[in-house]
């Protein structure tokens, strides 16, 4: 089944109007809602006292039109009750102060009366619900994420740190703590990183986002323990925060829920110029199903402005529908628009749903009633379709951490750029996965580690095997610098990556603001275009590899800033240094075609095409992003199911924001 | 009387130059001067032990020149002993720190125990003064301001809302505390908005911005029951801040005053360029006389370059003189000249009065001396002469408080769009009243209400009997969007403004920065040139209202963004965007003939055009605040008061920093 | 003897590694190292258990190859075990808050715990360390800094005021705390200038910064007073920062040291384009020969890119041996590069040493043993030649704390108009002293005295003296504002200065950013080209004076802007504004001819051209700074001491980043 839905909070409104809702929820061919998110005050008034009743009667006539529950556990937002017992319940920040009451997320993870208290309230939900027929499954609190830095923490830091370290001997000996004699003799001495004595020691800052991420990971666990016990038959998720999201290993957090779903939000500008980054969402869904590499939920799809104290542009019309079959083409099974209607109260005010604040249907409710009745057709059909990639990017959280601890160059981001690798490959019209180092890579052709800084043995073991298995790994700049205690390696690098790379680094240049070099390609090798080599500069020394580029400019000019070695079956390309989306759209087909790897369909960039596999069937989806009518040239015949028109064959036109799916015809 | 004076501070110079400066103030024809602020440390070395002897003799020195006294209360600045008896003193800053010791206004206003400290400073002073028929009044404190966050504040703050709601479960009904679980259980789990919760609950928000306004009021109130107890013959007043400052509601605060007064400094720019707005010094004072629908007086008049840690532009020679006329032809009764002598001392060193540090009368001394004379024979033919205005500007600090917590569109300032209306108004050289929505409207023939966000019952009443007897009504976008619980109201936009309107929005867009549409004048409708739509556009649906302007871009292209509708016997024009200055002096004339409103001469913009009225005779005020010299076009006879030339007629000539008094001659 | 050297950290490394690495310290010429600095963990593991053991094996294989020793003591940075002892020991920062654990330099300079145990440390290591002959002297803690503001530095800044002041009236008077009710009735009331209470009365803010830079003048003197006492025969100094660090009085600190040494790094830039200002680098070697009049040591010579969380540009190559050769040019007698092999660990893990991360030579190893080869045939040569200057240029860290205070003009800083009048000089290629106000002036010809604020009496004395002695003094703009405790002093300024002066400034103008004025030189002053003034223009009066130069725009056109009076046998220029490096160029020779100063070789920008002399024998440093080569022009006969090549005349070219040193053939 496709689930497809709304964020709906009916305590925000008065009872006489649920039923109302709830027909123009089943006129939109909605069959899903999630409830219960946030509602820990009606749920449980005071301690000990709890009230479902209001929450029965909402789903008993959201039932009624056999629209099903998601239920949200309420822990992302307590009560004045239950925040008013200790301060130091509060989530402390890195300037030492603790978070005030009146907004949300004010806890502090490892506190433990706030542990209770959602254990109790977890446990009677819980209880309550679980023989209902009509739910499901749970999203477990919402959105986690912030560090918190209290003594609390700190005390749950140094088990943490005894666990994995042992002895403090070892932990000073793995940190370098002889450096600025910060050589601790208790464990109570480490403290948590905070602002004000930044820069910390590297080992002991990665460490504390390591544990800070693994705290809500418990959390959730808490959580999950509690619903798996009460209520086997139902479904766990946690509404993510896509690949943009950089404060948790979300891999990790992934890894005891049943499914992933995350919180797609496109227009949420209010500085920049009209555009929508697509490649940003794409990149969240690929990066969402990669989790657990396995379809997804949208669990928050945008359906109108965003803002809290101001209102983002909101999506224009055709949008909605744009980005619900973008998700899908990326492996949606179930899409939830957030929120039914825009609340006249409290700080998202202006966090617009499908209705307006006045409650009356408009062209954005209009739009999605339109997507509904196309799903009705098609969900069925597509619900459970795989994407099948032969390339994968590496998603490392460890090297993004790092990146956090010292950014290296000033202009460079982990996330920004990985977007830049991701972009310049999907722009050829192919699927990509986003997978760990130490997965399985043996189904990649192709496997790229954008700025994979943090390179244990095992991760250099696993990229070895597939490299020798024949596939082609292909690394950027910045890879194999520290050791997992976020140490900088005690060789030349990129470390412990040199061998399979054939090449080294003899020196590196990190370039101010503003500063670029120029690649030069060497004579033989089919890349287009000038390649700008941004941030920084490896100049390479080899005797092994092929020199595919040089740089241009500088004293190192005539260097090497990009090499190709063969290593066991496989090649290793070594990307010396950092490109923007144009120069990976560059790079990609020459990288493709030594790994073997098909393109996809030809097309400008504004065109996204998506495949999705159902026995044996290919699932075409053509998404226009851009302002303009586009032609596609197609070389088969195929059967557009969103019109039901067939064969369609030859020159077809997407219109601004359309979208086509089309199915091959044997 | 036309009180001409001086701020002046004899406890920062040595006594035996008071009777040289007071000789030199006598000269420059001064007859009052504000004596006693900040000298709480003077008076009361040691509590309880109270010192005015070296007062008595300044005033004596004053008073043998018949220089009057307005009398400061010393509470804006504690001397350390009075500070050093509680931290709790303190005003808590937004992100929870204390202010700390060496600066001013560091009190909370609802400490008790500094409220005790100033009842006895000021009932000693009154006590001491009562008597004394020098004294002419009272300036209570000075430019009261800025909100504390403490606990004692919350615990003010939870009385404050015990009174307005009565009850818990009303005030989560009203501020919708369902939203995120924020159900209030106890008055006391209530925060103030510390900063690092933000967003907070707006009707939470709204309410302690009122609540902080209303602080300050109070401690007012406190001293002026003293006052007027003690010291009945006295007058009584503050100095507030102008247009400008937005965090307390100056309606208010003016209700329990005998007469407004104001600081008005128009070159504090130390980054701009070379350019003074007149205009915001305009409203400024248009403000002032608003607050009591009354004359006032300027308490501190900018005689140099302003500054703290860094030095303002200078006025240039003429600014001074004409920034005086300015103030006199808006409705001010008395110019005090801020400060006397500049400091040696002290953290306001560069704030440049009068004198420079070396107390050599300079040119500023002699402008300021010309102006002297002039108002010998001007003050008393000019005092209390009166403004007349046919249009009115509605300003809601209920609405400005409503912007600060949700601003809406980042590039949106109530302010900056109320002084943007106001300036292209203020182009027709009319007179121009600021009221607060609920004041009695009949006397205007248009009324102009921008952003009028809150709109309570009471005032959507007050204005429909306004346009039913005839007036013409003028909103902008974002009117009526909130109740007065600052919820957005459950009905479409203009919410209950909506039926005099004639229309509704269907919907609005937000724009980015950088982005605008531009509307399109319907046939017929007398409006000249491009009308440029910034930060947001309400598309507006209508049957009844006829429209007046279009979008052009974008896809609501071609939809109503301004409606003209008939109601009652009045009109109302409901403007869906917002402009800029010349936006609004491109529509004003149009707006002024739908009402009747005569405009006035027609001069460039440097020029302002002012006029007050006594005894039937037209006072005409022509000021050049320009760098070029201006031609006037006079369409009557006119006797010139400053030059006492008469007749004047035809075209007549103002040399930059220039100013005209002209009366008709009959 | 010349002392070239390494930092270095054998305590970071495995002692396997330490004879490998001191044989590539030998071979690099290297005849002196820093060791022990930071290693207070290392030196006491816990309280009172000590051990040198680790240092001794680490002399030892130094000392086998023939490399002296200094000795770092480890003050600056504190194991945990210390920073437990209290929650008092951590510095507290303007904001209120205290510095976390977790970098270096979190100790209150006042705190009597972290003095006992700073006392102890120092004395073991003293007694240790006491009759090692390797032993050439000790560096005091590291790179002082940094205020304090917490209530035991309150406490003592009470103290401090008690000595300074004796009573409070006068404390009260001098500061006039009249002002806003200050008035000080008990010592304890008088706070640290928190920044929430900013701007604080200027005189208590000059102050603090006095007795804060006095703490730190205390904490060293601790130190020497140990080493004195035990260790007789061995030096004392400290490494500074040079002119850019602004927060201690670097006379002060200087005052109880054997010799200066200080930290050169110039390519630190992130975000900036590719230059490097070598004027500055000059200036810093300037001031630090200055602070005792005698040849200074560079403790660490940038030798690669610096940086924490980010890597700064690199040195290109070339660039270190043109550092170095800047440094001797500027009277260093010892080099010290910074630091040996580049950090695995810690902080600075990115600040980079001669040696990469991995430790194998690369080519600033390489550069560096060539300069070692050279050193070795010149150091003995050059060591302790003299540097000679007919021209100083007056610093004054009074002044500089009152611009700290308030800055005057947002564009204005003190810092960087010291460096604009230094670099305009430097160009004359002309030596150049950086002194006090209260030295010894006779020496010299012409003194510039660049925005002496706070002038005292017996400075006034001083200069005058000086003048009235034939000298020619320049004063800027902004002199003789102030009185020592930073009251604007009671009378027309330049205050005290006036008389010698022979002017007084009429009124001033503070230009906004963007605004400048422009000068207009007086016929027969022969000064080429246009002058900007910038930031400030005094309008100047004078009867006595000759007008040099009058200002061209604004209401002040055709007013004088500089003017030169004779005074006694010599003359006082008074520049009443604000130029940058060009205007100082321009006007330098004029200054120069004035006081009978020979200018230097005429080069391009680029080139530096320094001069050492030793037993009357000049040296001449020609240093390429530019890009270019550049073609220099002899005028007599010369060695190349670097080439050995003689006779050398004419024209000579010197490759970018090349070096010359020239003595001349009798």
Not at 292 to 319: A, D, H, L, T
Not at 479 to 500: I, T
Request: some cysteine; hydrophobic content about 40%.
């Amino acid at each position: 089944m496709f689930y497809f839905g709304v964020d709906y909070y009916p305590e925000h409104w008065p009872e006489e109007r649920w039923s109302y809702d709830a027909d123009l929820m089943a006129e939109a061919g909605f069959n899903i809602a999630r409830l219960g998110e946030f509602a820990w005050s009606r749920f449980e008034p005071s301690e000990g006292n709890y009230d479902f009743g209001w929450l029965d009667r909402a789903i008993e006539i959201l039932s009624d039109r056999e629209i099903r529950i998601v239920l949200g556990t309420p822990t992302a937002s307590a009560p004045p009750w239950v925040m008013a017992k200790s301060p130091e319940m509060f989530r402390m920040l890195p300037n030492g102060s603790r978070v005030p009451y009146g907004h949300r997320r004010e806890y502090c993870p490892n506190n433990p009366t706030y542990i209770d208290l959602s254990k109790r309230i977890v446990s009677a939900l819980a209880e309550h619900y679980a023989e209902r027929l009509e739910i499901t499954g749970w999203q477990i609190d919402n959105e986690f994420g912030d560090r918190c830095y209290c003594p609390i923490c700190a005390a749950a830091f140094h088990a943490w740190l005894r666990d994995r370290y042992g002895t403090l001997p070892i932990l000073n000996q793995v940190w370098g703590t002889a450096f600025w004699s910060h050589e601790y003799t208790d464990w109570n001495q480490i403290p948590t990183p905070l602002a004000d004595a930044n820069p910390h020691n590297p080992g002991l800052a990665l460490d504390f986002k390591r544990f800070a991420s693994d705290s809500y990971v418990a959390f959730q666990k808490m959580q999950i323990d509690i619903l798996r016990g009460k209520c086997p038959g139902h479904l766990i998720t946690h509404n993510f925060m896509g690949f943009k999201y950089p404060k948790l290993d979300y891999f990790d957090l992934a890894r005891d829920l049943d499914f992933v779903s995350w919180d797609n939000y496109l227009r949420m500008q209010w500085t920049i110029n009209d555009g929508v980054d697509s490649r940003a969402a794409a990149l969240g869904h690929d990066t969402m199903r990669g989790l657990k590499g396995r379809n997804f939920w949208v669990m928050e799809q945008q359906s109108g402005g965003g803002g809290w104290e101001c209102v983002s542009v909101s999506p224009r019309p055709g949008e909605i529908r744009l980005w619900t079959y973008q998700a899908i083409a990326h492996g949606a099974d179930g899409i939830i628009y957030f929120r039914w209607r825009t609340n006249r109260f409290g700080a998202e005010q202006y966090w617009h749903g499908v209705l307006d604040h006045h409650g009356i249907p408009g062209h954005r409710y209009e739009e999605i009633k339109r997507i509904g009745k196309e799903i009705r057709n098609l969900g069925e059909t597509l619900v459970g379709a795989r994407i099948e990639s032969d390339v994968a990017l590496l998603l490392s959280y460890d090297s993004r951490f790092s990146f956090q601890v010292q950014q290296g160059n000033p202009d460079f981001d982990y996330g920004e750029h990985f977007q830049d690798v991701y972009s310049g490959f999907a722009q050829q019209n192919i699927s990509v996965d986003v997978v760990q180092p130490l997965d399985d890579l043996d189904k990649y052709r192709l496997v790229i580690a954008p700025a994979l800084h943090v390179v244990s043995d095992a991760v250099a073991e696993n990229l070895k095997r597939f490299v020798q298995g024949c596939g082609v790994l292909v690394f950027s700049a910045r890879c194999g610098v520290k050791d997992v205690a976020n140490a900088v390696v005690d060789r030349q690098l990129p470390g412990v990556l040199s061998e399979m790379c054939g090449t080294v680094v003899e020196e590196y240049d990190s370039l101010p603001t503003g500063v670029e070099n120029e690649l030069e390609v060497d004579h033989g090798i089919p890349i287009e275009g000038a390649i700008a080599a941004k941030y920084w500069c490896d100049v390479l020394k080899t005797d092994q590899a092929r020199v595919v580029a040089r740089y241009t400019r500088n004293y190192y000019a005539g260097k090497p800033a990009i090499t190709l070695n063969n290593f066991g079956d496989g090649k290793v390309v070594y990307l010396g240094t950092f490109g923007e989306e144009a120069t990976y759209a560059s790079i990609a087909p020459w990288l493709m075609s030594l790994a073997g790897v098909e393109t996809g369909i030809n097309t400008s960039r504004a065109i996204e095409v998506g495949v999705r596999i159902k026995n044996d069937k290919r699932f075409l989806f053509i998404l226009n992003h851009g302002a303009k009518d586009e032609v596609i040239k197609l070389d088969k015949q195929y059967h557009d199911l969103l019109t039901d028109i067939k064969p369609i064959t030859g020159d077809i036109h997407v219109a601004p924001l359309d979208v086509k799916i089309l199915i091959e015809i044997a």
